[in-house]
Structures are given as C-alpha cells and as structure tokens.
C-alpha cells in the first residue's frame, strides 16, 4: 500500500487537532481582553487559567504538526520500501 505524498490520510484528524486549538486560543484571547477580571482582587488566579488555555493551544498546534510531518515520513518511508520490494 503507498500512501498519498499529501499524506490526506492524516488531514482531519491534523484539521480537528487545529480547530481545538485555534478555539483554546480564542478563548485564552477573549478572557485576557476582559477588563472586568482587572478588577477583582483575585487576578493573578485569573491570570492561571488564561496561562493554561495559551499553552494548551500551543500543545495542540504541535501536535498537528507532528501529526503531518509524521504522515509526510510514513508515506515516503513506506514508498521506498514498496519500491526496494518492486510493488
């Protein structure tokens, strides 16, 4: 079996992996423009979770890049193989 040198295989799942993060992202940017949180004495906690959804995003977004650089090897890897074995 070759695989597509687009690896599409892996492009929904690299897709939804972008959206999750893309949605932490927002939320991390929407929470630290709200002003009413500069208010409350409590801030620095606020401030914790806004940290959690920034770096959760970015773990997302390298996964999906993980995920196509993975696909792009596999398919090439498993392309040399079925050529070394005449497929």
């Not at 009413?36 to 940290?51: G, N």
């Not at 920034?54 to 999906?64: G, I, N, S, V």
């Not at 890049?65 to 890897?77: K, P």
């Amino acid at each position: 079996m070759v695989f597509p040198p687009d690896s599409s295989r892996h492009a929904p799942h690299s897709l939804s992996v972008h959206l999750y993060g893309e949605a932490f992202w927002n939320a991390a940017k929407n929470l630290l423009q709200n002003e009413a949180l500069d208010k409350r004495p409590i801030a620095s906690f606020d401030a914790s979770v806004i940290v959690y959804l920034y770096r959760h995003a970015l773990e997302l977004f390298l996964k999906e890049t993980r995920f196509v650089w993975f696909g792009l090897v596999l398919s090439e890897t498993v392309e040399k193989a079925a050529r070394s074995f005449g497929l």
